[in-house]
């Protein structure tokens, strides 16, 4: 890293040593790097960082929706907050950068911001978000969701598939539904939201570049199909005769990879496909089916949504077999600040980084936060693009960027917060 203006720099080692912390830390009963929420390895990772949070100086806790915040004063109580952070849970088998990196980086920040005396107007939020990844209820970002008063008492009555509320999984993780759904703050006091977080993507890395800054984040939008066809003997029923729900599911798996494919930012994912009787002697009476279509551009999520109704509409009714297509409510494409993410890019420019603006097409807190507050997201790049594997991997040099980046940006929002309220 070339500095080519004063800049505040963090500490390498210790960002390797709670990094390697948090990698210890996991489930060792499954490969790769496992700390799901709401299971005792992701208590035990929440404690880790309350606690770190605390030698660090922080004013810390954990709150009524699991996240774990840090307080670091600043001058001017009246000033308001500026807050930064990102989760620790992981999902299963995963890698041991994806949030981490995000959470250390931001704690780090506050370190070197003691050591150097160097103070902040603004109060500091370092928040380790509550289950970001998604779990078996099917819902993702809980706890920034609870803390931007974006938690419904329908979201917490989701069920798994045992019939297991999730309202009634919190106690296991020392939460309950009440205390979560009024864990709210008051999101006018905070001026802005910072989080950095590994790509997951081939972008930068195929770019040369150090550092991404985000300009928006996916919108996501998610179906479940039901095909009912007829059950008959595999072995005397002519093909023309067939009512086979199974064909019809795996015809419209094709259709929403060619549907997804049509478009450059288009992006469609299968999840489970389920046939039943499973029988090899059996044509397939039901077929269920669970999709999704990601991309930042709202008008081709909603085109590609009619163009799968379409198709697998087709792709049933040319076998007479009946079909029953429910659209879970999507997240619209969350765009970043570009006040926020000019000053980020400035931060990275006198770092004498390469930087390269980008969209997300993964999920992350920031989505649910960037529609209460003003947010911007810094990437830093993923080895062959890989992610929610074991193979996931940044180069510690690489993290160290982004942190520097994250801490300069930090006091660079803080001085044009501070002035624009001056003015
Ligand atoms: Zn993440």
């Keep these: 890293m070339t500095v080519h203006a004063p800049a505040t720099l963090v500490e390498p080692t210790r960002i390797d040593e709670d990094l390697a912390q948090l990698a210890s830390l996991i489930d060792d009963t499954t490969p790769g790097?496992?700390?799901?929420?709401?299971?005792?390895?992701?208590?035990?990772?929440?404690?880790?960082?309350?606690?770190?949070?605390?030698?660090?100086?922080?004013?810390?806790?954990?709150?009524?929706?699991?996240?774990?915040?840090?307080?670091?004063?600043?001058?001017?109580?009246?000033?308001?907050?500026?807050?930064?952070?990102?989760?620790?849970?992981?999902?299963?088998?995963?890698?041991?950068?994806?949030?981490?990196?995000?959470?250390?980086?931001?704690?780090?920040?506050?370190?070197?911001?003691?050591?150097?005396?160097?103070?902040?107007?603004?109060d500091l939020m370092v928040v380790d978000f509550f289950a970001e990844e998604p779990n078996r209820f099917g819902l993702s970002c809980l706890g920034s969701r609870a803390l931007m008063g974006h938690l419904s008492a329908a979201d917490l009555n989701r069920r798994d598939e045992h019939g297991t509320r999730l309202g009634d999984a919190l106690p296991g993780a020392g939460l309950n539904a009440v205390d979560m759904l009024s864990a709210a703050v008051e999101t006018g006091t905070i001026r802005a939201f910072l989080e950095l977080h590994i790509e997951q993507g081939p972008y930068l890395e195929a770019h040369g570049s150090q550092i991404g800054l985000v300009t928006s984040i996916t919108g996501i939008t998610r179906f479940r199909g039901l095909f009912s066809g007829r059950r008959d003997h595999a072995g005397t029923t002519p093909m023309s005769h067939r009512r086979d729900a199974g064909c019809a599911a795996a015809g419209t798996v094709l259709a929403i990879e060619a549907i997804a494919s049509s478009h450059p930012d288009g992006r469609g994912t299968t999840g489970a496909v389920t046939f039943s009787p499973t029988a090899v002697n059996v044509i397939t009476e039901t077929a269920t089916l669970t999709g999704e279509f990601r991309s930042p551009d709202l008008d081709w999520l909603a085109d590609a949504a009619s163009q799968l109704d379409v198709a697998a509409q087709a792709q049933a009714s040319q076998r007479g077999v009946e079909l029953q297509l429910d659209w879970v409510p999507s997240e619209s494409p969350a765009l970043m600040d570009t006040s926020l993410l000019d000053i980020c890019a400035g931060a990275t420019e006198d770092l004498g980084l390469h930087q390269s603006r980008l969209y997300s097409g993964a999920e992350h807190d920031a989505a649910i936060i960037a529609k209460h507050i003003p947010t911007a997201m810094i990437f830093i790049p993923s080895q062959d693009g890989r992610s929610h594997c074991p193979e996931e991997f940044t180069h510690a040099a690489e993290i160290v960027d982004g942190a520097t980046v994250l801490l300069n940006a930090l006091i660079r929002i803080d001085k044009a917060a501070t002035a624009g309220r001056a003015r």
């Design 33 to 122: 790097y496992t700390r799901q929420a709401l299971t005792d390895i992701d208590i035990a990772g929440r404690q880790w960082v309350l606690r770190r949070f605390r030698d660090a100086g922080l004013d810390s806790r954990i709150d009524a929706a699991g996240n774990v915040i840090g307080i670091l004063p600043g001058t001017n109580p009246a000033a308001g907050t500026l807050m930064t952070g990102s989760h620790t849970d992981t999902v299963e088998g995963g890698g041991r950068f994806d949030g981490n990196v995000g959470v250390v980086a931001a704690l780090e920040a506050v370190r070197t911001l003691r050591e150097t005396g160097t103070t902040l107007t603004h």
